[in-house]
């Protein structure tokens, strides 16, 4: 028997509606092209669905004089980015206390941070030890902390923290302090073991120097011992080359004349530091000779200088021992000053 099968159903029907895709989604891509086209087609419509953004700012609600004051009070600018500026660049950074620090410790060679917390600071330490972080940072100065002088004393041993320039840290406090050209300035330390006595001769300084200044001077200049001990010398030298045949003993009395310091026992007496100061708005000169006294002198050492008319300064400590030391001559410790 045989099935006869309409001509106008196709067989394969169910097949292609399988196989037969719908056609496809167009691409972001596209969309994007066609979002441009009618843009170019019409410009007027660019953005004017967009609302501008405007950029809201915090406001912070005002704050009381006494907020004000708390946060303004030894307020220090930021320094995010200061401690990676080279050398060369650092010294306009430069606050004017740290100017001043690094003026002070060039003219002493080594000051100890109390003084300069005292002197600097106004008494700010914390200021101070930031301050001074940055300078070592940048190759400026460098701290340490020492041990004091024991003298055959007993008992716990003091720590004193003092600072010295680099070379660099001259060279700006050269360029940035306002220092008068003839005014010395050392960097780095030449005699270790003398640490606390050369710290001291700052601190003798400033009480000299606020008893200069009551009195009209001005215009302050230090020479150390470093220094005049040089001009002596040299002084020394250039007498003995015109006169090699003159005694010795009285060209040292020529140059300490000239130079107006004071010969005692056939020896020119070189004081730890001389402060010149001006008078008169700069008509007249004068100058005043400081010698910071320690445990280690003995009564022939202290009777010099007391002949030689110094302004002797001593720390509570070593007086008490040149006093047990003087004996008989107790005469010797009356003109001493009180550091």
């Known amino acids: 028997m045989r099935l006869d099968i309409p001509d106008d159903i196709p067989y394969d029907l169910p097949r292609r509606r399988q196989t037969e895709t719908p056609p496809l989604a167009p691409s972001p891509l596209e969309l994007r092209r066609e979002e441009l086209r009618e843009q170019m087609e019409h410009p007027r419509k660019l953005n004017l669905n967009r609302e501008p953004q405007v950029k809201k700012h915090s406001v912070e609600p005002p704050q009381s004089d006494a907020r004000r004051a708390v946060a303004h009070d030894h307020a220090l ?69 020492v041990n004091a002088r024991r003298d055959g004393r007993g008992g716990k041993v003091d720590r004193i923290e003092v600072v010295t320039l680099t070379e660099e840290g001259r060279k700006m406090a050269r360029r940035l302090s306002g220092l008068s050209d003839d005014q010395q300035l050392y960097s780095g330390l030449v005699k270790p073991r003398e640490v606390e006595h050369d710290s001291q001769i700052y601190r003798a300084y400033l009480k000299e120097a ?117 004996e008989g001559e107790h005469h010797l410790l009356d003109n001493i000053l009180e550091l």
Do not use: C, M, W
């Not at 606050?95 to 600097?120: H, P, Y």
């Not at 070189?270 to 010698?291: F, W």
């Open 77 to 145: 600018p930021r320094r995010t980015r200061r401690n990676e500026l080279p050398v060369s660049v650092i010294g306009p950074s430069l606050r004017q206390e740290e100017i001043k620090t690094l003026g002070e410790i060039g003219r002493f060679r080594v000051v100890a941070t109390r003084d300069l917390a005292t002197n600097v600071y106004s008494g700010h330490g914390n200021q101070l030890a930031r301050d001074l972080r940055f300078l070592e940072q940048s190759g400026l100065v460098r701290a340490e902390t």
């Open 210 to 326: 606020e008893r200069i200044e009551k009195q009209g001077g001005e215009g302050l200049r230090v020479r150390l011992d470093f220094e005049l001990k040089s001009q002596v010398q040299k002084a020394i030298y250039a007498q003995r080359n015109a006169e090699p045949e003159r005694d010795i003993d009285s060209i040292k009395q020529q140059v300490a004349e000239q130079l107006e310091l004071p010969y005692v026992n056939n020896g020119i007496q070189i004081p730890d530091a001389r402060i010149e100061y001006d008078l008169d708005q700069g008509s007249r000169s004068g100058h005043a000779d400081i010698e910071v006294l320690t445990a280690t002198y003995r009564p022939g050492h202290l009777r010099a200088k007391a002949q030689a008319g110094f302004h002797v300064y001593a720390s509570a400590s070593d007086r008490a021992t040149l006093t047990a030391r003087a």
